[in-house]
């Protein structure tokens, strides 16, 4: 084949990802040069995103000259294109995805690591993405989100000049050009807590349509995987007409067998987005489910019960009421400390202590514990997680989703040889301990009970939600299901109570307040 011509940007992350593919090529006995081009978006820095007129302004001038036959391969970050390609120009092939999730920066005298991502109160976040904002402000009502224009260095650099509190970029870009963060503190936020671009991390390499030879070619460097998955996100972007500016998310992968989405969609960068997941076995008509379950007239529950109580500024809350969702909220169960002095030989030679519960974490550090200097910390959810934060403490270990079985075997591994202490309930069912490996030793702390309130009022509304086993039995003691009640689960452990009595219910991905909002907006009300 003849020696190649491969279209590119000039900043250090396009030449970076220019010269990625200039080296699969090479691996596969293609040659090829780079030419460098300057698209609108590098030309016009004064400006947000969503100001510049039209779709593609990292893109067109890159398209253009691969039509007029100057170059014989563009390579885009996949998320920059326009859902509809230049007639007579195909994307031949996909890299393997980078990391998806987004990093955030945060100068070092502007952490709270007590509060949710680590901010101060009313910290100044840039980013120019609508897309960023809107989650962001849905976590943390506080924040003040400025723009933030210009190619990675550019903005770190901005960050290092003070010029903001903290920036949020994807953590691909930073990966790839290797960058030293060691000045900053530096927080990974999951793309199932803010939900990537369709196509986040992916490489996309255009050529012109009838360039047969060279999509055959090219087919030696395409990752089938990632092109299923990212299919899924760009069609849902497609069916929303959106461009890069919407304040759209969508992440989808392939997990055991089965393919789970998450997806995220406000009106505009300051509308509280709704989300719904899914987890599906096929991705026939995927993308065109997940669009409908944001159809405004799709019929939604008019009243949730669930049994804890629910603050005025909690996300799920908000999610809620934003649809004129009723909430009832009430707590099935009291606990009650079990421990009112801790005996320091708990602490002595504990590597890491582990929290199954909010309520787990709480009485704890009630109990004013002095931790050995080098502990660790897991937690079983962004639940628990919150409320570590909220004690002065991040986790080293956060289980993700609702399944509590395979969160004990991913801890187990991490904590082979260690010792972990459990502080937990009284009737706790130890999943975790359960898993962990015969050299690890164990410290078991019960350290509150939990007792079932005398008299529990039925509830008539549309979506029953119980947050653990001990509800599930206080509620049902003296009640049963109406017609036409949904319910959900948080937790296996919970959910094992509804397989015992033979009610279908669904469980959300996370245990926790966005994994909850997901299921409810996921419901359809017949």
């Known amino acids: 084949m ?5 279209g590119t940007r000039g900043s ?63 390579v885009h970050s996949h998320k920059d294109l326009p859902t509809v390609h230049p007639a007579g120009l ?22 709270d690591i007590s509060q949710k991502l680590s901010l101060k109160t009313g910290a100044m976040v840039g980013t120019s993405s609508n897309r960023r904002k809107a989650q962001l402000l849905a976590l943390r009502t506080d924040l003040n989100i400025e723009d933030l224009r210009g190619n990675v260095p550019t903005r770190i650099g901005k960050l290092r000049d003070e010029d903001y509190d903290a920036i949020m970029i994807a953590k691909a870009g930073v990966n790839r050009l290797n960058i030293d963060l060691s000045e900053f503190h530096v927080e990974v936020v999951d793309p199932v807590e803010i939900v990537p671009a369709p196509a986040q991390g992916a ?51 392939r997990e055991d067998g089965q393919y789970e989405v998450w997806t995220s969609k406000a009106e505009t960068d300051e509308d509280f987005p709704d989300r719904v997941f899914f987890r599906v076995d096929s991705l026939e008509g995927l993308s065109e489910k997940i669009v409908a379950k944001f159809a405004a007239d799709k019929k939604k529950p008019a009243k949730v019960f669930i049994s804890r109580e629910v603050g005025e500024h909690n996300y799920f809350r908000k999610a809620l009421e934003k649809h004129n969702i009723e909430i009832e909220g009430r707590s099935l169960i009291r606990t009650f400390p079990i421990v009112n002095v801790l005996d320091p030989f708990y602490l002595k ?9 909010r309520n787990a974490v709480d009485y704890f550090f009630k109990l004013k514990p002095v931790l050995p200097k080098h502990v660790k910390f897991g937690v079983a959810g962004r639940g628990s997680e919150d409320s570590l934060r909220r004690a002065g403490h991040l986790a080293d270990y956060v289980g993700e989703g609702g399944d509590i079985e395979e969160v004990a075997e991913l801890f187990a591994e991490e904590v082979g040889g260690k010792t972990v202490l459990f502080p937990r309930a009284q009737d706790s069912l130890q999943s975790i301990q359960k898993a962990l490996k015969p050299d690890t030793k164990v410290i078991d702390l019960p350290i509150y009970e939990t007792v079932v309130e005398d008299e529990i009022d039925q509830t008539h509304a549309d979506v029953l939600i119980f947050t653990s086993p001990s509800n599930v039995d206080a509620y049902f003691a003296d009640n049963l299901l109406d017609p036409g ?42």
């Not at 003849?2 to 491969?6: E, F, G, V, Y």
């Not at 195909?90 to 952490?111: G, N, Q």
């Not at 090219?218 to 998955?229: G, M, S, V």
Request: hydrophobic residues 45%; charged residues 30%; glycine residues 8%.
């Open 2 to 6: 003849k020696r190649l011509t491969i």
């Open 12 to 74: 250090d992350l396009a030449l970076w990802q220019a010269n990625f593919i200039k080296d699969k090529l090479a691996e596969i006995g293609v040659e090829a040069d780079l030419k460098i081009i300057k698209t609108q978006g590098d030309k016009i820095l004064n400006l947000r995103l969503d100001k510049l007129e039209g779709k593609g302004f990292f893109t067109k001038e890159l398209e253009e000259e691969l039509l007029g036959g100057t170059v014989d391969i563009a």
């Open 90 to 111: 195909t994307i031949a092939a996909v890299t393997e995805r980078e990391d998806p999730a987004e990093l955030l920066l945060i100068l070092k005298d502007c952490v």
């Open 203 to 253: 490489l996309a390499i255009q050529i012109r349509e009838n360039d047969t030879a060279l999509f055959e070619v090219l087919q030696k460097i395409n990752h089938p995987e990632t092109a299923e998955e990212i299919a899924v996100e760009r069609k849902v972007l497609n069916l929303f007409e959106g461009g890069c500016h919407m304040p759209l998310g969508c992440y989808c992968k």
């Open 349 to 357: 030679h504990i590597d890491w202590i582990f929290f199954s519960s």
């Open 485 to 526: 009640q949904q319910v959900i689960a948080i937790g296996n452990s919970t959910g094992k109570k509804f397989d015992e009595m033979g009610v279908k219910y669904i469980l959300p991905y996370s245990p926790d307040e966005i994994g909850l909002a997901e299921a409810v907006f996921g419901i359809d009300m017949k």
